[in-house]
Structures are given as C-alpha cells and as structure tokens.
C-alpha cells in the first residue's frame, strides 16, 4: 500500500465543491467530511439522540430528520452552541472517516483527500495531513457569490462568513493554495497543477516502507498465533 494524506478546505462559498469535482473526475479518492456529518445524523443514531437531547424536537422536521437549516441558524447565531454541536458530532465523524482511510490504504491509493470544512480550525485533525490545500477566492467574490447562492442579505451573508476563519487567514496556513477567484478553466487548470505534484510527490515512498512493517508484523504475529 501506497498511501498519504492531503487535508481540503476553503470557505463558504469559495468554490471548494469545484475543485473537487474535477479531483473526482481525475479518480482521485476523496472523502467528503459534510456527506458523513449528515450521515452520522440520520435519525436512531448516537449523535442524533444527543442533539435532540440538547437542542429539542423544534429541530425536527416532520418526518422526524433533523431540520440543517434550523439547526444552523442556531449555531451560526450562537458559538456556544456550535461548540457543543460539534462536540457531539466529530467524533462521530472522525470514526466514519477512519473507517475510509483504511479502505483507501487497503486499495492502495497513493493518496487520500480529506475534504473538511474545518480543516484549518481543527488542529488535532490538520497534523495529520502531509499536505493542506485551502481553496480561496477574494472577500468580494466571496460575498457576491454567497448572497447569490443562498439568496442572504449582504449583512446576512457577511454574518456568515464573520463566523468562519477568514480565508487571507487559512491561506497562510495552507502548503497549497487553489485561488478560484476567476474563471472555472483557471481553477481546473490550478488543479491539474496540482494533482500532478501530488503523483510525482516522493512521500509515498515512506507510506510504503511504514505500511510493509506493519504489514510483516502483523503477518509474523498471526503466523505465530496459528502457529502455536
């Protein structure tokens, strides 16, 4: 197995959705942390309980999945409890993604990227990537293309994008930055750029030298188990 780990992020309304498009028609292996948050939601599971627990049934929709868009209304409106949602949900959701890396190192993969939202807030999960690439776009592309998206008021849509570390801020943080400030062919063109270092990259080189000890101690201590 041939594997490392490249860490995705950007802002609302950056245009991360795009580069991952064309990094899965390349046939690269990316696991996308917001479909798993709302999978680990669904309804009779653990965090699900939890929230309904702390939040109430006024959350709810009718058929009894939790309602995203109420939900985020409150956390957007107040960090203490976007706090304890995520408390309840990222342990959740660093489970699920485990489960996946593991998946993708058995495949063989050269190397897994993690889309994560919060990639550059959560430093328990950023040391872990061997690479970080922060999607970014200018504040006023930002704020034009959120409003237009989500149909937001300019001060409902600065409000949004106040509560998320500021991209100029993320960028300094990155190893790679994809700047989708212009056109869709300029973007695509960055991300070929960029899956191309990523191939070529030697790192791989270590994921396999460390996953075949693993791989011959696990061996040796099954032989001798059997063996026995």
Known sequence: STMFLVGLSGGIASGK???????????????????IAREVVQPQSRAYRQIVHCFGTEILLENGEINREA?????????????????ITHPEIQKEMLKQILKYFVLGYRYVILDI???????????????????????PTQLSRLMKRSGLSQAEAEGRIASQLPLDEKRKLATHVI???????????????????LEDSLDFLWARLAAGMVVAGLGYLLLRHFSS
């Open 17 to 35: 959705s795009t580069v991952v498009a064309v990094l899965r028609e390349l046939g690269c292996a990316v696991i996308d942390a917001d479909v």
């Open 71 to 87: 939900l985020g209304n409150i956390i957007f409106s107040q960090p203490e409890k976007r706090q304890l949602l995520n408390s």
């Open 117 to 139: 939202p919060l990639l550059f807030e959560t430093d328990r999960l950023a040391k872990f990537m061997k690479y970080t690439v922060l999607v970014y776009c200018d504040p």
């Open 179 to 197: 700047d989708n400030s212009g056109d869709w062919e300029d973007t695509r063109r960055q991300v070929l750029r960029l899956h191309a270092r």
